[in-house]
């Protein structure tokens, strides 16, 4: 069955940085386009960041310039280098295998002080 995994996750000082990974199985990873959501207490989830199969790349408004999605499609891998991290980016972060809607459980990312 498919599988997807997020790590990485946890707590960071405004300003910093973090790393989070995603490992999927189950699926022909490179044929499909990974997806990294992100929903806030109160808050509908949200795209931040998408790359195609192709490695096209597609970034929130929000998170442009700070964030960088990259893929490894021999290790069925996606990631999400976030730098500059602000407060506001305080969310669960989500991993999802777009077209198919396989979903991973989260990760939570807080920004504070």
């Known amino acids: 069955q498919v599988q997807v995994v997020e790590s990485g996750g946890g707590l960071v000082q405004p300003g910093g940085s973090l790393r989070l990974s995603c490992a999927a199985s189950?699926?022909?990873?490179?044929?499909?386009?990974m997806g990294w959501y992100r929903q806030a207490p109160g808050k509908q989830r949200e795209l931040v960041a998408r790359?195609?199969?192709?490695?096209?790349?597609n970034y929130a408004d929000s998170v442009k310039g700070r964030f960088t999605i990259t893929r490894d499609n021999a290790k069925n891998t996606v990631s999400l280098q976030m730098n500059s991290l602000k407060p506001e980016d305080t969310a669960v972060y989500y991993c999802?295998?777009?077209?198919?809607?396989?979903w991973g459980q989260g990760t939570q990312v807080t920004v504070s002080s």
């Open positions: 999802r295998v777009e077209s198919a809607d396989f």
């Open positions: 189950g699926i022909i990873f490179r044929f499909y386009a």
């Open positions: 790359i195609g199969s192709g490695r096209t790349t």
